[in-house]
């Protein structure tokens, strides 16, 4: 069903004769629901598990897993003993270091969630208890509250000997030296990779791209001598595997976006070994970010990178430019290693629309309201004020855009939706959705497969509503800016 984009549109569609017609979209976001739950059940989803608001047992889910939440591993509550102070955008990677382990050793703790500085002030109690505002902080049976990574993850050794030790015991004196031997190579990779991304290849001990690809290769030609296993140490995670991965995965997105080096394609040792915590480990494949949110939740921690020749043709489809982020998904291009299948994906974006009905119309609408800059990350607006006028057309594009993740674009709601924005709200939807677009984080919000479901179906939206010829003339004015 199209419709002709130079004719104007108030509270419906026009059919070829210039003949307003009634808009047919009658919106019950509880109908909604119903369809996506009864598809789940079809695709042998738990569709109970789609809307529950917090999550204590079962694989960690970072959207669920918010200020407050505990998490028990079948244990009582009262049986917690420790709390960890995170992030809430789940983009602190010394914090995904502690969470892992956490995991990993089914460890029951309570979160408690403290910004990042670029994306908002400290809360006052939590400066009370760590006045230099770092995190993580981890409080062990209600004691002091201390900080640092590494030292809180060797705290946890220390304290949990009994749950699935991470650390080879000395005695075995062959692999605790191929373990000490991976922390040190750990050090240098990390070191090797900050310096030449952000500090512009200078450090005491080199810091340019050679040394960052010797780095690599010895990373990867230490993980391609394990034959017992896809981790450092053989068959089951370690310290170091938990150490490395929040970092080599930040390595993998900044290389390809800023520098153009492929690591994955590049280098097998590391891919298999990403491969095997991605789906070996339940807590990492969930925790991991894909590489959009990656490369532009960096720049406000570690300051902008610079580009190299060669990488603007890898950022392109990083960033959605042009073609990318268009539907049909098929054939296109993704860096991102995505596990399950488009049905799955299209069915936790959908719920994450739903879920998030009351809230993400005023969210997506912060794009044509007033937005005072009082953070240093770009894609963040804790004080912007939304202009509500006309939030009805945003909820509705947004419904359209939950009807075809569910019933596919061919959905009788999506097409409606889409054909019955007046044409003098058109450009206030594509600015919220492509705000919404731009700002959805993962694993905050969702995995890296319905995030990308997402993005596609908020594009295919402005592209049905709008015609292909102009959506593809404007698309470029809301492209977001290079991280």
């Given at each position: 069903?199209?419709?002709?984009?130079?004719?104007?549109?108030?509270?419906?569609?026009?059919?070829?004769?210039?003949?307003?017609?009634?808009?047919?979209?009658?919106?019950?976001?509880?109908?909604?629901?119903?369809?996506?739950?009864?598809?789940?059940?079809?695709?042998?989803?738990?569709?109970?598990?789609?809307?529950?608001?917090?999550q204590v047992e079962?694989?960690?889910?970072?959207?669920?897993?918010?200020?407050?939440?505990?998490?028990?591993?079948?244990?009582?509550?009262?049986?917690?003993?420790?709390?960890?102070?995170?992030?809430?955008?789940?983009?602190?990677?010394?914090?995904?270091?502690?969470?892992?382990?956490?995991?990993?050793?089914?460890?029951?703790?309570?979160?408690?969630?403290?910004?990042?500085?670029?994306?908002?002030?400290?809360?006052?109690?939590?400066?009370?208890?760590?006045?230099?505002?770092?995190?993580?902080?981890?409080?062990?049976?209600?004691?002091?509250?201390?900080?640092?990574?590494?030292?809180?993850?060797?705290?946890?050794?220390?304290?949990?000997?009994?749950?699935?030790?991470?650390?080879?015991?000395?005695?075995?004196?062959?692999?605790?030296?191929?373990?000490?031997?991976?922390?040190?190579?750990?050090?240098?990779?990390?070191?090797?990779?900050?310096?030449?991304?952000?500090?512009?290849?200078?450090?005491?001990?080199?810091?340019?791209?050679?040394?960052?690809?010797?780095?690599?290769?010895?990373?990867?030609a230490a993980m391609g001598q394990?034959?017992?296993?896809?981790?450092?140490?053989?068959?089951?995670?370690?310290?170091?595997?938990?150490?490395?991965?929040?970092?080599?995965?930040?390595?993998?997105?900044?290389?390809?976006?800023?520098?153009?080096?492929?690591?994955?394609?590049?280098?097998?040792?590391?891919?298999?070994?990403?491969?095997?915590?991605?789906?070996?480990?339940?807590?990492?494949?969930?925790?991991?970010?894909?590489?959009?949110?990656?490369?532009?939740?960096?720049?406000?921690?570690?300051?902008?990178?610079?580009?190299?020749?060669?990488?603007?043709?890898?950022?392109?489809?990083?960033?959605?430019?042009?073609?990318?982020?268009?539907?049909?998904?098929?054939?296109?291009?993704?860096?991102?290693?995505?596990?399950?299948?488009?049905?799955?994906?299209?069915?936790?974006?959908?719920?994450?629309?739903?879920?998030?009905?009351?809230?993400?119309?005023?969210?997506?609408?912060?794009?044509?309201?007033?937005?005072?800059?009082?953070?240093?990350?770009?894609?963040?607006?804790?004080?912007?004020?939304?202009?509500?006028?006309?939030?009805?057309?945003?909820?509705?594009?947004?419904?359209?855009?939950?009807?075809?993740?569910?019933?596919?674009?061919?959905?009788?709601?999506?097409?409606?939706?889409?054909?019955?924005?007046?044409?003098?709200?058109?450009?206030?939807?594509?600015?919220?959705?492509?705000?919404?677009?731009?700002?959805?984080?993962?694993?905050?919000?969702?995995?890296?497969?319905?995030?990308?479901?997402?993005?596609?179906?908020?594009?295919?939206?402005?592209?049905?509503?709008?015609?292909?010829?102009?959506?593809?003339?404007?698309?470029?004015?809301?492209?977001?800016?290079?991280?």
């Amino acid at each position: 069903m199209g419709f002709i984009w130079n004719l104007t549109r108030l509270n419906g569609r026009i059919d070829r004769r210039g003949v307003r017609l009634v808009s047919s979209v009658s919106m019950s976001w509880d109908v909604a629901r119903t369809r996506l739950e009864h598809l789940a059940d079809k695709q042998g989803i738990d569709a109970a598990k789609l809307f529950v608001t917090s999550q204590v047992e079962g694989d960690l889910r970072p959207p669920v897993v918010r200020d407050d939440a505990v998490r028990t591993f079948g244990k009582a509550e009262e049986d917690i003993r420790v709390t960890l102070y995170r992030d809430p955008a789940y983009w602190c990677p010394y914090c995904q270091r502690v969470q892992l382990q956490l995991e990993l050793k089914r460890i029951p703790y309570r979160v408690k969630t403290v910004n990042m500085r670029c994306y908002g002030e400290k809360p006052e109690y939590f400066r009370a208890l760590v006045p230099s505002g770092a995190i993580p902080a981890v409080s062990f049976d209600d004691g002091p509250v201390k900080t640092e990574s590494l030292d809180l993850m060797l705290e946890i050794e220390r304290m949990f000997p009994d749950s699935s030790p991470l650390i080879p015991s000395e005695d075995n004196e062959e692999l605790y030296k191929i373990f000490r031997s991976f922390m040190q190579l750990e050090r240098r990779l990390f070191s090797s990779w900050f310096q030449y991304m952000f500090s512009g290849g200078f450090g005491l001990f080199g810091g340019g791209k050679d040394n960052f690809l010797s780095n690599l290769e010895a990373w990867d030609a230490a993980m391609g001598q394990v034959s017992s296993g896809p981790f450092a140490l053989g068959g089951s995670v370690c310290l170091v595997d938990i150490l490395a991965v929040p970092f080599v995965e930040r390595m993998v997105a900044s290389a390809l976006y800023w520098k153009g080096i492929n690591i994955r394609e590049d280098y097998p040792g590391i891919d298999a070994w990403l491969r095997g915590m991605e789906t070996e480990f339940p807590a990492y494949k969930a925790i991991r970010a894909d590489i959009y949110s990656t490369v532009h939740n960096l720049p406000p921690q570690t300051g902008r990178a610079t580009f190299d020749s060669g990488s603007d043709k890898f950022r392109e489809v990083i960033d959605g430019v042009g073609s990318n982020w268009e539907l049909p998904l098929v054939g296109s291009a993704s860096y991102d290693r995505i596990y399950g299948d488009d049905s799955e994906a299209k069915i936790e974006a959908a719920a994450a629309l739903i879920r998030g009905s009351e809230f993400l119309v005023p969210f997506a609408m912060r794009s044509v309201g007033v937005r005072k800059r009082t953070v240093s990350a770009p894609l963040a607006d804790p004080d912007a004020q939304p202009v509500l006028w006309g939030k009805e057309f945003v909820e509705r594009a947004l419904y359209g855009v939950a009807f075809a993740l569910i019933d596919g674009t061919e959905a009788p709601e999506a097409i409606d939706a889409a054909q019955s924005i007046p044409a003098d709200e058109q450009r206030k939807v594509i600015a919220s959705l492509a705000y919404l677009r731009d700002r959805i984080g993962v694993p905050r919000d969702m995995s890296p497969g319905a995030a990308r479901q997402l993005r596609s179906h908020l594009n295919w939206f402005c592209r049905s509503m709008l015609g292909e010829e102009r959506w593809a003339e404007i698309k470029p004015e809301y492209a977001v800016l290079s991280a």
